[in-house]
């Protein structure tokens, strides 16, 4: 199809790679930001096409696995509640919260379907006035503006029975997080497409004079992703700290601004837990005071829970780019698709998921 | 979850005071809101995310990069094989 197969040309992809081979003259280590581009570049192999010089580090843009484990066990609980049909993005039924899963629920009477868009979940609640519908309203700043649009409509309509579960997260405070960390060894990101589309990149140009990294936004075929990496290669060779964009088709410095009018409307910043890595100061959004009916966590009284992670899990590390899916133990092992011991073996963005769904685990 | 897909806007319309469209993906149609890009023509390719569209997909940049990316890929044809004489 237009706009796809044109960016799927292995001979066009062929013809960067060799300029980039052609460009480095010393290892640099480059972080994608985006799951969906890890998924990308494990399935198309383009990490092991690259010269050794490069290395890429999987950063923590899945929005599944970022999700605190103890908002996932009030997803749990509400869930199993026998007046509440419970929605979600299908990737959050397996993600494992403490000890069980959205599945488990679901297997155990619980009313919980996943729905495509949070406008499906609004219509339920239209649909079923004497049910209480609740949407897991999860992930980064693209899913902000459908999820907000969510509450706006169903507020618009009169619907008393619909909430939402939040737990949005920011890209730039994971940057700043991941560049001020004294481990950190990323040197040059990729940014991610499509949170640009919404938020546009004009907040990048700070980050990358703070911490001297370049930075480029970057689409998500792999033709996008050698074109962001070769851009972000040639500035680290040339001593260069600047933001780039090879994705310019889709994204404008200035971002979607209607999208962005409905977040403010709707969301304010307050700091947010990250799955695996901690609290991250304002990294997240919330519902503002106005919308606070809409908010599931007041709706539902759901008593203080302290959740347990496995402990061989080092999903943490691995979404700070400080160790990859390969240097897990467990991967494989005592952890699989089927039993997950972490979120980013579930995800359809997770690295582990990616490495093992495309051969990169070795089998015993 | 941040995967958007591009798809053909082919007819919009309104539902509860949102606009609405089809988008056609390479054959599979699905209802999308289009309330984010209001100025959005029939026949205009959009990326869809979670049912919504988050953004036009620009013809000319499109092109442009393509062209650019071509030129890099002719250059190194031209260049021949890596390494130089085999």
Known sequence: ?364 | MCLGVPGKVIETHEENGLLMGTVDFGGVQREACLEYVPDTQVGDYVIIHVGFAISKVSEEEAQETLALLREIADIESELGPEGGVV
Not at chain 1, 28 to 47: A, P
């Open chain 1, 1 to 364: 199809m237009k706009h796809l197969s044109e960016y799927r040309d292995a001979g066009l992809v062929e013809g960067v790679l060799k300029e980039i081979r052609r460009t480095v003259t010393r290892p640099w280590t480059i972080m994608e930001i985006c799951g969906g581009q890890t998924h990308s570049i494990v399935r198309s192999g383009l990490d092991q096409l690259l010269p050794e010089e490069i290395e890429l580090v999987h950063g923590p843009g899945c929005p599944v696995c970022v999700t605190p484990i103890e908002l996932i066990d009030k997803a749990l609980a509400i869930a199993s509640r026998p007046e509440v049909i419970f929605t979600s993005y299908g990737d959050m039924l397996r993600v494992p919260g403490s000890g069980r899963d959205l599945f488990s629920v679901r297997a155990a009477g619980g009313d919980v379907r996943v729905v495509y868009s949070p406008l499906d979940a609004v219509k339920l609640a239209a649909a079923n006035p004497e049910k209480q519908v609740v949407f897991f309203a999860i992930g980064f700043e693209t899913t902000a503006p459908p999820n907000a649009m969510s509450v706006v409509q169903a507020n618009a309509l009169g619907l008393r029975n619909y909430s939402v579960l939040v737990s949005h997260v920011r890209v730039p405070p994971a940057m700043h997080a991941i560049l001020g960390s004294p481990h950190n060894r990323v040197q040059g990101f990729l940014a991610a497409g499509h949170v640009c589309a919404v938020m546009g990149y004009w907040e990048y140009p700070s980050i990358a004079e703070k911490y001297g990294v370049p930075i480029v936004v970057t689409g998500f075929e792999p033709l996008d992703i050698a074109q962001g990496i070769l851009q972000v290669v040639r500035m680290l060779e040339g001593g260069e700290v600047a933001v780039g964009n090879a994705y310019a088709r889709v994204v404008t410095e200035a971002g979607n601004k209607p999208a962005q009018e409905l977040i403010g409307r709707v969301f304010e910043n307050c700091d947010r837990k990250w799955r695996g890595i901690g609290v991250i100061p304002d990294s997240g959004w919330k519902l503002r005071p106005e919308f606070a009916e809409f908010d599931a966590e007041g709706r539902f009284d759901v008593a203080a829970i302290t959740p347990q992670e496995s402990p061989l899990c080092i999903a943490g590390e691995i979404l700070q780019g400080l160790k990859k899916p390969l240097d897990c133990p467990a991967i494989g092992v005592q952890c699989t698709p089927e039993h997950p011991l972490g979120a980013t073996m579930v995800s359809a963005e997770g690295a582990c998921a990616a490495y093992y769904r495309y051969g990169r685990v070795p089998l015993e």
